[in-house]
């Protein structure tokens, strides 16, 4: 893989952050796409333009506004509370088909720029019941991609099996733990960085990184 080229999803936010530094030091040549969807908060992509800026990326900004219109909800919609499921229903920050649809791109994007490998940060064990997070479906679509273009494609998830504390350790590893901290956006209500505190996704980050520390200091 040292000699071959890759495309990472990317959305500025932590967990695609730590993944394209992975993928900086797993290809020799790393190209990064984001998707304008119309998301609540532009500065998502604003920030995915600083990082890929700052870290000498070449990035792909797609338009992809018909997702916004068919698919209402948290990340779409101003109007509609964050808010985790409830009674086994989905959370309302789930966008329908977006990975499917993001992969997809990546894919034809990837088959212009001559890349064999799709990089994404998808993860089944903090996937808040997303359905377009699972291992299982990344298998699948795959070998749909692979069919479709006739292309030897792979894709990679770098964070499938961890969890946010682990997948602090791995930034950390990478030596990006204060880069991905202090540069990335995950906040749902729009805050660089740490975020604001209260929203699920500056949770989840937040007691990720409390547990990755707290073991940091006992080993």
Not at 66 to 80: C, E, V, W
Not at 87 to 93: C, R, V
Request: proline letters at 3%; aromatic letters at 8%; a negative charge.
């Amino acid at each position: 893989m040292k000699q071959e080229k890759a495309v990472v999803v990317f959305s500025g936010g932590q967990d695609s952050t730590t993944c394209l530094f992975w993928a900086m030091k797993q290809f020799k040549e790393v190209e990064a796409v984001t998707f304008d969807y119309n998301q609540r908060h532009r500065l998502e992509i604003d920030c995915a333009k600083q990082i890929t800026d700052e870290l000498g990326i070449k990035h792909h900004i797609l338009d992809m506004s018909l997702l916004n219109q068919l698919a209402p909800n948290a990340l779409t919609r101003d109007d509609i509370a964050v808010s985790d499921g409830e009674e086994g229903e989905l959370p309302s920050t789930f966008v329908p088909g977006r990975n499917l649809l993001f992969l997809s791109f990546a894919g034809v994007l990837a088959s212009q720029v001559g890349a064999k490998h799709i990089i994404t940060g998808v993860c089944e064990t903090d996937f808040s019941g997303y359905p377009d997070c699972r291992d299982i479906f990344i298998k699948s679509l795959n070998v749909t991609l692979n069919l479709s273009m006739d292309q030897p494609f792979v894709i990679h998830t770098p964070l499938m099996w961890m969890n946010k504390a682990e997948a602090w350790g791995m930034a950390d590893e990478l030596g990006a733990l204060d880069f991905v901290r202090n540069k990335t956006l995950t906040c749902y209500n729009g805050i660089m960085a740490d975020g604001c505190g209260d929203c699920p996704a500056c949770k989840l980050r937040r007691k990720g990184l409390d547990d990755y520390l707290s073991q940091k200091v006992k080993n």
